[in-house]
């Protein structure tokens, strides 16, 4: 898997401080308005500063609505179809999803289909807890490579004989990778990640999500540092 921040809206927290700055300022906050100028009664002697005291203040007033101005787009490659459904469940999002019926698969098991952890570790860790499978890891891997084998080779055996892609895939796991690209703004992000990051959620969208929020940190480094260090989960009600 790897997740990739595409684009990002720039000065993310410029924006955000700016129209939340508007909530309470007399005058307009276009941009023929410094930042400075916008952002001079807010306690610090820098910029940052300036910043991260605003930021702050609706992290903890609970003012969420100006992280909804910036935006980021990301690139996501190689997860199970299983995991692209957990995250399409997000509506706040916009989504192009690599599409079987335009292309086909064709090359090593290995690298069209998931393999998680618990078909190969010793120990299995799911929501349950931690458990020992009661089949060797080779045994557990060698179930896996014989069902996508088997599944791949009736895939391709429909394709040759004219059958449409779009009908071929039919005989494809969850477990088949995809690649895709979504954009959310900032607040439906935490949001993400706070139903995305729980212990309770799966290893593979929990993966998705640690390379969302890292991404994110390099984007608007104020407020997913302060995210990380104290999750909402309250960004919706
Ligand atoms: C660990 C885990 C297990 C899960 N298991 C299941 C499962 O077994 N089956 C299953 O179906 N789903 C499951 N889900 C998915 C879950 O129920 C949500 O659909 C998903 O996480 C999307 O989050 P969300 O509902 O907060 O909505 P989002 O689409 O992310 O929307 C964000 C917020 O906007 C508001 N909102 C959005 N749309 C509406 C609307 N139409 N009406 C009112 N308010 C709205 C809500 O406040 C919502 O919280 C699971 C999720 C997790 C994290």
């Not at 952002?39 to 991260?52: H, L, N, P, R, Y």
């Not at 993966?207 to 997913?224: A, I, N």
């Amino acid at each position: 898997m790897r997740v990739e921040l595409l684009r990002g809206t720039s000065d993310p927290e410029e924006l955000a401080c700016r129209c939340a700055r508007g909530d309470y300022s007399d005058r307009w906050v276009g941009s023929d308005r410094s930042f400075a100028d916008v952002m001079a009664s807010v306690d610090g002697e820098t910029i940052e500063e300036k910043k991260q005291t605003l930021l702050e203040h609706l992290f903890r007033s609970g003012h969420f609505g100006p992280f909804e101005h910036p935006t980021a787009t990301f690139a996501v490659e190689e997860v199970s179809r299983s995991c692209m459904a957990q995250l399409t469940r997000h509506r706040h999002a916009s989504f192009d999803v690599q599409s079987l019926r335009y292309t086909e698969l064709d090359g090593d098991p290995e690298e069209l289909f998931c393999f998680p952890p618990s078909f190969t570790d010793e120990e299995t860790v799911s929501r349950e807890g931690v458990s020992t499978a009661n089949m060797s890891a080779a045994e557990r891997e060698g179930v896996a490579d014989d069902l996508y084998e088997h599944s791949i080779d009736a895939y391709r055996r429909l394709l040759d004989a004219g059958v449409p892609k779009e009908d071929a895939r039919m005989v494809l796991p969850l477990g088949t990778t995809v690649n895709l690209t979504f954009t959310m703004n900032a607040r439906s992000l935490m949001h993400l990640l706070d139903m995305r990051l729980k212990a309770d959620a799966q290893w593979e969208v929990r993966d998705l999500s640690k390379g969302v929020l890292r991404e994110c940190k390099e984007w608007m480094p104020h407020t997913f540092e302060r995210y990380e260090q104290q999750h909402p989960n309250k960004l919706a009600p």
